[in-house]
């Protein structure tokens, strides 16, 4: 089944103890982003990835790092979590960047940091 | 001013109906637009994608408005099933056509 998986899906944690939000993809997409969603906000890019090794910041990128070593995988690093972090996270990827391709949003990643 | 704005609603609106969302976006350089669809705490879904001389999708029509800056989507005949929130999204353009700007959403409530 072609699919978006994010691990872990719910997680409380404490401020300043690092974590990763793992994202994985079975499609073979070229195209892969992280998204956070706060209410009366709406969906914010974090960072986004076009290709292996090629990583690009979207409008929210402090506090974050990612990685894309590989196609399938986007991690999603918090090295110093801050309580402001805490929100509903989505990974999503698609093929040939998202010009006109639709994104397969993973089932997303509750965190709450304290 | 907003990249991308949405009225945030609530919509509400009964069997049948018609309804219509409005977006509009302040980069003039961009250049993909897409509604998705988001159930309650679920993660977003394409609806349509926006083209150029507007498109329809059974019940579903977008239509772009370069020149104002908007994109809108209008339900005929509206479910049950519809109800959700609706999001406009707009690319940023140019080298940096990966950016994508969510608007804040639009919730459509259709009640019986």
């Known amino acids: 089944e072609a699919q978006v998986t994010q691990n872990p899906r719910y997680l409380i944690t404490v401020t300043g103890k690092k974590l990763t939000v793992t994202c994985s993809q079975n499609?073979?997409?070229?195209?892969m982003s992280w998204y956070r969603q706060d209410p009366g906000l709406g969906l914010r890019q974090i960072y986004y990835?076009?290709?292996?090794?090629?990583?690009d910041k979207g409008d929210v990128p402090e506090g974050y790092k990612v990685s894309r070593k590989e196609k399938r995988n986007f991690p999603l690093i918090l090295e110093s979590p801050s309580p402001n972090q805490t929100s509903l996270y989505f990974c999503?990827?698609?093929?040939?960047?998202?010009?006109?391709?639709?994104?397969?949003f993973g089932p997303g990643t509750r965190l709450t940091v304290l | 001013r907003k990249e991308v704005e949405q009225d945030p609603g609530p919509f509400n609106v009964p069997e049948g109906a018609t309804v219509a969302f409005n977006c509009t976006y302040s980069?003039?350089?961009?250049?993909?637009f897409f509604w998705y669809r988001q159930d309650c705490r679920k993660e977003p879904k394409l609806l349509m994608s926006?083209?150029?001389s507007g498109n329809e999708d059974g019940r579903f029509t977008a239509q772009l408005n370069r020149a104002s800056q908007y994109i809108s989507l209008l339900i005929r005949d509206s479910k049950l099933s519809d109800s959700a929130t609706y999001l406009c999204?707009?690319?940023?353009?140019?080298?940096?056509?990966?950016?994508?700007?969510f608007g804040q959403g639009t919730i459509l409530t259709v009640h019986p």
């Open positions: 999503a990827s698609s093929s040939h960047g998202t010009k006109y391709n639709e994104q397969f």
């Open positions: 499609m073979n997409h070229e195209y």
């Open positions: 990835s076009m290709n292996v090794e090629v990583t």
């Open positions: 980069n003039s350089a961009s250049q993909s």
């Open positions: 926006v083209y150029s």
């Open positions: 999204v707009v690319n940023a353009g140019g080298t940096s056509y990966g950016k994508l700007t």
